[in-house]
């Protein structure tokens, strides 16, 4: 059951996806890990990160390697709270390689974040993102 938030509240709540991206365009993990609660948890594809400290760890490696020079889009979808300090935001997005405007289809995702309210700011407490065109393999299946 949702309740209703304030516009101030709302609009908090959309921007951390703005905040994301400005952490994200400057490759700046420590900009991105405190978007997250101290015990926030990250789940992508493949990976898992357990508090703010392993967030950082994990984007620091990743600026470094596979997402060096690559920019991240997201726009919200949804956002519903349960509460004063507890809502759900549900984006789309996902990472642009340098020279892309564009989101192609295997990066695409779609995302859920779990937000909490601590000392008056809104902050990220778990994320999770999945592709949003690829389907999950069908049981059973062999691998292509």
């Known amino acids: 059951m949702s309740t209703t938030a304030s516009a101030g509240d709302q609009a ?46 994990y984007l620091k ?27 759900l935001l549900l984006t789309r997005g996902g990472v642009l390689a340098a020279g892309e405007s564009e989101v192609s289809d295997d990066q695409s995702i779609r995302a859920s974040w779990f937000v909490v309210k601590e000392d008056g700011e809104w902050k990220l407490a778990a994320y999770q993102n999945s592709p949003a065109v690829q389907s999950l393999p069908r049981p059973g299946a062999a691998a292509a």
């Open 61 to 87: 490696d990743a600026f470094a390697d596979q997402y060096k020079d690559t920019q991240v889009t997201g726009r919200p979808l949804d956002i519903r709270f349960f509460g004063p300090d507890v809502g």
């Open 12 to 57: 908090a709540v959309a921007a951390l996806t703005q905040r994301v991206i400005a952490a994200w365009a400057y490759q700046d993990a420590d900009g991105f890990a405190d978007v997250f609660t101290e015990d926030g948890t990250m789940i992508l594809p493949g990976s898992y990160a357990k508090g703010r400290e392993e967030i950082r760890a």
